[in-house]
């Protein structure tokens, strides 16, 4: 069973369109999170909502609006796309206490043209 | 602001040979943890070794173990017996202690394992 699932893997648009990537995770977590990795390999923390609270929002443009309808589920929309927002975005989740690890997602590819 | 710092953009290691990573970051905090992942061509993310701050005995998984040195804030990862399946890009990362806090990544280390 995925633990973590993400909806679209791949996802091709056009400037200017609205996009939303679902997650889900069926571990039972408490805290889930949006990462960005760029076309450098380099990963960045988004966004965090603990038990659907927004916890954690980092320097991200007002374009992107997470969503979380319950603990399992955490969605990202995006309005406006552009160029720059091409990227891989991981969702993770984890669970509040020791051993703190975070299980990510496999990943969205978006891609704007 | 946590800084996680690899500084080998690219390694490779022959087949069977021992290969080390490094990873040096900065915090004023006492109590946090550190990881690896490793990243496969599939861009999953797969956790790779753990090692919580407090404890001074280094993690071990299988052929993967680490050298912490707190003093020093370095977390070296050794990959022993290298197997061509552990060619991918690894990431070095760090997490304050608590609940909800967010991992800060260095910016990776391509592996490539020769035959």
Redesign the interface.
Same mark, same amino acid.
């Given at each position: 069973d995925t633990a973590v699932s993400q909806t679209p893997k791949y996802l091709v648009t056009q400037m200017g369109n609205d996009k939303s990537i679902k997650c889900e995770q069926n571990l039972g977590h408490?805290?889930m %999170?949006w %990462?960005k990795q760029d076309s &450098?390999? =380099?990963? &960045?923390?988004m966004f965090?909502y603990?038990n659907k609270e927004l916890?954690?929002n $980092?320097t991200v443009p007002n374009r992107f609006s997470p969503k979380s309808p319950d603990k399992a589920h955490l969605n990202l929309h995006i309005n406006s796309l552009e160029l720059g927002d091409s990227a891989?975005y =991981?969702c993770?989740s984890? #669970? @509040? @206490?020791? /051993? %703190? $690890? #975070? %299980? =990510?997602g /496999? @990943?969205t590819?978006l891609t704007v043209t | 602001a946590q800084t996680v710092t690899q500084s080998q953009p690219e390694m490779s290691v022959q087949e069977a040979e021992t290969v080390t990573l490094s990873c040096t970051y900065d915090t004023s905090e006492s109590d946090y943890y550190l990881f690896w992942y490793k990243q496969p061509p599939s861009r999953q993310m797969i956790l790779v070794i753990r090692q919580e701050a407090y404890k001074q005995q280094n993690a071990t998984e299988n052929r993967f173990s680490v050298n912490f040195q707190k003093a020093a804030k370095s977390f070296s990862l050794k990959i022993s017996d290298s197997q061509l399946g552990d060619a991918a890009m690894y990431f070095c990362a760090y997490r304050r202690r608590g609940g909800s806090e967010k991992l800060v990544f260095g910016k990776g280390t391509k592996l490539t394992v020769n035959p």
């Open positions: 408490d805290t %999170y %990462y &450098k390999k =380099f990963l &960045k923390i965090s603990n916890i954690i $980092e891989v =991981f993770a984890s #669970q @509040g @206490g020791v /051993p %703190y $690890e #975070q %299980y =990510f /496999p @990943g590819r | -």
